[in-house]
Nanobody, 124 residues
């Protein structure tokens, strides 16, 4: 397993942009598929985006065209660039990692390692 630490959350106005990052400790980061999930107050955790070890990408329908996931294997880091943010994007954003194949669409149960989360708040 890897240890994951998210950063970059904050408060932004609707229509704005924010980039959250997740740094992984340990070796073999390039062999992990990485995912972003979010959890809004009183709601279940939901899938946002994922990127496989080979660069394949998945997005939730609600963020497709607005969010972009990327990874930098040299820095052991995965990013989530969030544009055209909406109040409904508010929540705690969690980074996740696993070396197994992902389901389509990816599920939380696909991932064995999780970060502590970073708060994103979008004001209207």
């Amino acid at each position: 397993q890897v240890q994951l630490v998210e950063s970059g959350g904050g408060l932004v106005q609707a229509g704005g942009s924010l980039r959250v990052s997740c740094v992984a400790s340990g070796r073999a980061f390039s062999t992990y598929s990485m995912g972003w999930f979010r959890q809004a107050p009183r709601k279940e955790r939901e899938f946002v985006a994922a990127i496989t070890w080979s660069g394949g990408m998945y997005y939730a329908g609600s963020v497709k065209g607005r969010f972009l996931i990327s990874r930098d294997n040299a820095k052991n880091t995965v990013y989530l660039q969030m544009n055209s943010l909406k109040p409904e994007d508010t929540g705690v954003y969690y980074c996740a990692a696993d070396q197994s194949l992902l389901t389509t669409p990816p599920r939380a149960s696909d991932f064995g390692s999780w970060g502590q989360g970073t708060q994103v708040a979008v004001s209207s």
